[in-house]
């Protein structure tokens, strides 16, 4: 939640990700509810609310993911660690169909299948987005 963050800080992490949510890369202002901040590494596992654990995310993309920090693989099975936006370079995990998110690395697939990121209503919305000039990586 959000409430704990000081408003300077969360200008900055706004500002930083340029609007958009730093998982699904939705502007903010083609989104129903409000983006809010994330913190990436939850405070339930130590995770600090400094800017370099931090990441600006739409609403749907934050309760996906929750206080997660991995999921399984689904394609070797194995326990793999979730997007990092302050460690990890979109491109090199994901890339753009269209608006549709291909995962590119575990990491990505990982991310991609818990945070549903292609899940029909959220594309749906990145269309609209891509169409009103606001959608791109």
Not at 44 to 69: E, I, P, Q, Y
């Amino acid at each position: 939640m959000s409430g704990a963050i000081p408003a300077a800080l969360r200008t900055l992490v706004q500002r930083r990700a340029q609007h958009r949510c730093e998982y699904c890369l939705l502007h903010e202002e083609d989104a129903a509810l409000a983006h809010e901040p994330d913190h990436v590494i939850a405070r339930k596992h130590r995770g600090k609310t400094m800017d370099d654990n931090l990441a600006w995310t739409c609403f749907t993309c934050n309760r996906h993911k929750g206080s997660d920090v991995a999921s399984i693989d689904p394609v070797t099975g194995r326990i793999v660690r979730l997007f990092h936006p302050r460690k990890d370079h979109w491109n090199r995990h994901f890339r753009l169909e269209g608006v549709t998110i291909i995962p590119q690395t575990a990491i990505g697939r990982v991310t991609v299948f818990l945070l549903q990121l292609n899940h029909a209503d959220r594309v749906a919305v990145r269309e609209v987005s891509r169409r009103q000039g606001r959608y791109s990586p």
